[in-house]
């Protein structure tokens, strides 16, 4: 839970330094309006890919989390049922 945490931070952060440096590159480069309307949507398109990215990725590791979570409470399922069964032959 802590590295998702830890993740969204980093996600965070370089969502925010890519639209700083986009405002900052915009500022102070001299171009055409049509030419910083192009790259504003070129650089529009690469953020939105790598959300997708990260958040499959999320998505990828909360699938991994919630496959160890069910194979562990079976494992601990399975540590009391033969618990139980050796309770049950003893008495």
């Known amino acids: ?3 998702m945490n830890n993740t969204a ?3 965070g952060a370089l969502i925010g330094g890519a639209l700083i440096g986009g405002a900052l590159a915009i500022l102070f480069a001299p171009a055409k309006g049509s030419e910083t309307r192009a790259k504003l949507a ?3 398109k690469d953020m939105a890919d ?3 990215n990260e958040a499959s ?4 590791k909360a699938d991994e989390l919630k496959n160890l979570a069910e194979s562990k409470m079976e494992d601990v399922k399975n540590i009391v049922k ?3 069964e050796i309770m049950m032959h003893h008495n």
């Open 1 to 3: 839970m802590k590295n």
């Open 9 to 11: 931070i980093v996600i």
């Open 42 to 44: 070129e650089g529009a």
């Open 50 to 52: 790598d959300l997708l």
């Open 57 to 60: 990725a999320l998505r990828n």
């Open 82 to 84: 033969q618990k139980a």
